[in-house]
C-alpha cells in the first residue's frame, strides 16, 4: 500500500499508543487529549442516556467520531 505508514514494532504482543493515562492522543487531525474519566453504567433511562452521550462526548475529543 503506497503512503501508509504503520504503528507497530512487529512483535505478536500487538503496540501500546499511550503508555500512562496522562499520555495525550489524537486521531484525525485533533488536539490529543489525556484518557477521559470512566463513565458510570446508567440504571434507569435518564442516566443510561447521559452516559451514552459521555461517550459520545469523548469519541469526539479523540476525533474518532465527527
Given amino acids: 500500500m503506497a503512503g501508509e505508514h504503520y504503528v507497530t514494532d ?3 504482543d500487538g503496540a501500546i ?4 493515562t496522562t ?3 489524537g ?5 490529543p487529549a489525556v484518557q477521559g474519566t470512566a463513565i ?9 442516556q447521559a452516559a451514552v452521550n459521555s461517550v459520545i ?9 465527527a
Fill in 17 to 20: 499508543i499511550g503508555a500512562a
Fill in 40 to 48: 458510570s453504567t446508567g440504571t434507569d433511562a435518564a442516566t443510561t
Fill in 10 to 12: 512487529g512483535r505478536p
Fill in 57 to 65: 462526548a469523548q469519541l469526539q475529543t479523540f476525533g474518532l467520531l
Fill in 27 to 31: 486521531f484525525f487531525g485533533t488536539t
Fill in 23 to 25: 499520555d495525550k492522543i
